[in-house]
């Protein structure tokens, strides 16, 4: 396979070295049963050796080998991130695309592009991106953080949530926002965006200034969320390798601490 990387993934594990991080070769991963077949290319800027693949829930790593939590790992892949984000993006399409979602007939990979076509109705799949907005809240030299109910860690970070059909960037913010905290929002002003692979997330952040409203936080999102001004003790924030990280830190108040802010 040339000089490219393979991705294995099992469920939500990547394989790598036990020894750290290093990626197994061809050898390895027919030691695994994923052959040539089973390997598909990136297509990484239309032209790459690397290439990604999943293997059953019963998989054994190979010798030296250990399966280890993408979520864990991914923070502290530096410049391989993005590329190992999107292995594992492809690889799931890969696995939830086999069948047409039409007609249901056996798909077929495509030879020039990365793309899934049906050979009985012609319809064309590719790997799907779903747009989620953050946003971290400003009033005067204060930051909104909340913590949501859904995860199990104790971090507080930006509010966030996908782009639902129909929506602009700009009206998922305006609806989130409401939603989980009761607050408007004005003066929308761009961050930066950042592949998310779980599943298929692309999160555009933003920072808005609030506008109005008292909180009032939905229960079932979130479970908790505070302002806080200059001189706070802040909680436990997102890793700075993560765009909310980046989001909470360039905005931080004067004067605050934190056990997680470096
Ligand atoms: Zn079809």
Redesign the pocket.
């Known amino acids: 396979m040339g000089d490219g990387m393979n991705f294995i993934f099992r469920d939500d594990e990547i394989l790598l070295c036990e020894s750290g991080i290093d990626f197994p070769n061809a050898h390895v991963c027919s030691f695994m049963g994923v052959g040539n077949n089973e390997l598909q290319p990136l297509w990484l800027n239309g032209n790459s050796d690397h290439c990604t693949s999943h293997v059953a829930r019963d998989i054994e790593a190979p010798p030296g080998f250990v399966f280890r939590k993408l979520r864990a790992v991914l923070g502290g892949l530096g410049e391989d991130g993005a590329l190992v984000s999107r292995a594992f993006q492809v690889s799931e399409w890969v696995r939830t695309n086999r069948y047409?979602g039409?007609?249901?007939?056996p798909m077929r990979k495509s030879e020039t592009e990365l793309c899934f076509h049906?050979p009985?109705?012609?319809?064309s799949s590719y790997p799907r991106v779903s747009p989620a907005m953050m946003v971290l809240v400003k009033r005067g030299n204060e930051i909104l953080l909340a913590r949501h109910a859904i995860h199990a860690t104790a971090r507080y970070t930006a509010l966030a949530g996908f782009v639902e059909a129909g929506e602009s960037i700009e009206d998922a913010i305006h609806r989130e926002v409401f939603e989980e905290v009761g607050l408007y929002v004005k003066d929308l002003c761009y961050f930066g965006s950042q592949s998310w692979p779980f599943p298929h997330s692309l999160m555009i952040a933003y920072t808005a200034e609030y506008d109005g409203g008292e909180l009032n936080i939905q229960q079932d999102e979130i479970a908790d969320a505070r302002w806080f001004g200059p001189g706070a003790f802040l909680p436990d924030i997102p890793m700075v390798e993560s765009i909310a990280g980046r989001l909470v830190r360039a905005n931080l108040p004067p004067y605050v601490t934190s056990r997680t802010l470096l």
């Open positions: 047409c039409v007609c249901a007939t049906c009985a109705c012609g319809f």
